[in-house]
């Protein structure tokens, strides 16, 4: 018989996209956790020759029932085993798609993300930052080429990340960064677009 699993704290992020051959497969792999003693891990495999349609599996060592929330504002009832199930998402040609998917198990919900990457090979994103309101205000504006559309995802290096949308190969974003006044800090960003990263840093001069 089925349990309903009650408390289960659990983060799967589906990482990084191999760039599309023709008729590929690509497959990504979640994360497996276990909690209170239960193991599961997700895995999303875009099906033969298309870049998005997936066929989606929960596994878990021991029997749950839940909703798989697509991110796209549809979802559906997830019993685990078999934990099967399939999804065509919509997506703009030439671009850069993420979804945020969430799997609910009682009152828990596992968090994940799709990425569907039908963007040219970027050769090269540049890192253009300004000062905002304030020293600790960094407007940061990205510039890559061949252009691209579609979302990436900002990691600020501080322990924070934002998504930003790209319109012609440009994006721009800004951030409130923690520092000392009177020093100077540096950090470590990184821009990912699809299963391209590109790094930059921000330095904090007062």
């Given at each position: 018989?089925?349990?309903?699993?009650?408390?289960?704290?659990?983060?799967?992020?589906?990482?990084?996209?191999?760039?599309?051959l023709?008729?590929?497969?690509r497959?990504q792999?979640?994360?497996?956790?276990?909690?209170?003693?239960?193991?599961?891990?997700s895995?999303?495999?875009?099906?033969?020759?298309?870049i998005?349609s997936?066929?989606f599996?929960?596994?878990?060592?021991?029997d749950?029932?839940?909703?798989?929330?697509?991110?796209?504002?549809?979802g559906?009832?997830?019993?685990?085993p078999?934990?099967?199930?399939?999804?065509?998402?919509?997506y703009?040609?030439?671009?850069?798609?993420?979804y945020?998917?969430?799997?609910?198990v009682g009152?828990s919900?596992?968090?994940?993300?799709?990425?569907?990457?039908d963007?040219?090979?970027?050769?090269?994103c540049?890192t253009v930052?300004?000062?905002g309101?304030?020293?600790?205000?960094i407007?940061?504006?990205?510039n890559c080429?061949?252009?691209?559309?579609?979302?990436?995802?900002?990691?600020?290096g501080?322990?924070?990340?934002t998504?930003?949308?790209f319109?012609?190969?440009?994006a721009?974003?800004?951030?409130?960064?923690?520092y000392?006044?009177?020093g100077?800090?540096?950090?470590?960003?990184?821009?990912?677009l699809?299963?391209?990263?590109?790094?930059?840093?921000?330095?904090i001069?007062?």
């Open positions: 018989m089925k349990q309903i699993v009650k408390k289960i704290a659990f983060l799967v992020l589906l990482l990084g996209l191999i760039a599309l023709a008729g590929a497969t497959t792999t979640a994360q497996a956790e276990t909690v209170g003693g239960l193991s599961c891990t895995t999303a495999v875009v099906k033969q020759g298309t998005n997936f066929n599996t929960v596994e878990c060592d021991g749950v029932e839940g909703f798989l929330d697509f991110g796209d504002g549809t559906t009832g997830l019993s685990v078999p934990g099967t199930t399939s999804h065509d998402y919509s703009t040609p030439g671009g850069i798609m993420e945020n998917t969430f799997f609910t009152n919900t596992f968090h994940y993300k799709v990425v569907i990457d963007s040219p090979p970027i050769n090269n540049t930052t300004s000062q309101q304030a020293v600790n205000h407007v940061i504006n990205f080429s061949p252009t691209t559309n579609g979302w990436g995802n900002v990691s600020f501080d322990g924070t990340e998504d930003v949308e319109t012609n190969g440009s721009q974003t800004s951030h409130w960064y923690s000392t006044p009177g100077t800090k540096s950090f470590d960003g990184l821009l990912t699809g299963s391209q990263s590109f790094p930059f840093e921000i330095t001069s007062d």
